[in-house]
């Protein structure tokens, strides 16, 4: 008699998927393809390194994949939602719930403390309350070793704090994914490694997944998965761990 076996409840679960998305724009009397009918599915807790050569179009697919750009066809799903179907608004709303997003450039308000910074996407909630969201920033600002600097403001921070605080800032939602866009680019060469060290340690930690793009090959490789963007395709690389 054959045996059933019932399916693990740790199968990963589809977190982004992409079907035939194209991105093309107008250039003179000339149509110029960006990305090529791609598809992707990406995992839930998975780390995901998306390289390319300068202009291939590494963060015009990392817009599209956080909803923060539209693609000219196609269909988007993120977090079980039909991107490609919702207006602005509705999207704005999918970002707020499920997306945190870390830049090269930090993108931190000058004016504000660490504190306020890391706690500022929590004010466009609804339920916002400041005592809850403080408290909740502050462990964050621990988790990546500034609570000591938690009321300092940017300009007296290193390059390395500065990233560290963007991190706690797209952590504080508690988004299932976390986007970076070259987190590393603008920090030498210690500092970038520490910070890589810290996202991985996070994403392990909180279970969140991480899409990166880098121009780094070695970053990429301490990725799950390597996907390079070429001729507006994606080629995906295997991954030789060292154990």
Avoid: W
């Avoid at 090529?36 to 780390?47: K, R, V």
């Amino acid at each position: 008699m054959t045996q059933h076996h019932p399916v693990s409840s740790i199968m990963p679960q589809s977190i982004i998927r992409a079907h035939g998305l194209t991105q093309s724009i107008q250039l003179h009397n000339k149509k110029l393809t960006i990305l090529d009918d791609l598809d992707l599915e990406i995992f839930e807790a998975e780390q995901i390194a998306i390289t390319g050569r300068s202009g291939s179009g590494k963060s015009t697919l990392l817009g599209i994949l956080a909803t923060l750009d539209q693609a000219s066809s196609g269909e988007l799903y993120v977090c079980g939602e039909a991107i490609h179907s919702l207006n602005e608004e509705q999207r704005a709303q999918v970002r707020l719930k499920n997306i945190g997003f870390v830049f090269q450039s930090f993108q931190l308000l000058p004016h504000l403390s660490a504190l306020e910074n890391v706690m500022l996407p929590l004010r466009l909630h609804p339920d916002f309350q400041y005592k809850k969201a403080e408290l909740k920033a502050l462990d964050l600002l621990k988790k990546v070793g500034l609570e000591d600097q938690a009321e300092q403001t940017p300009k007296v921070l290193s390059g390395g704090e500065q990233q560290r605080v963007a991190i706690a800032r797209a952590l504080i939602s508690d988004p299932k994914i976390i986007f970076a866009d070259e987190p590393t680019g603008n920090l030498d060469g210690d500092t970038a490694t520490e910070i890589e060290q810290l996202l991985f340690e996070l994403n392990r930690e909180m279970g969140t997944t991480l899409v990166l793009v880098t121009h780094d090959p070695e970053l990429a490789m301490q990725c799950q998965r390597h996907l390079e963007l070429h001729n507006g395709k994606l080629i995906e690389h295997s991954i030789e761990k060292v154990i």
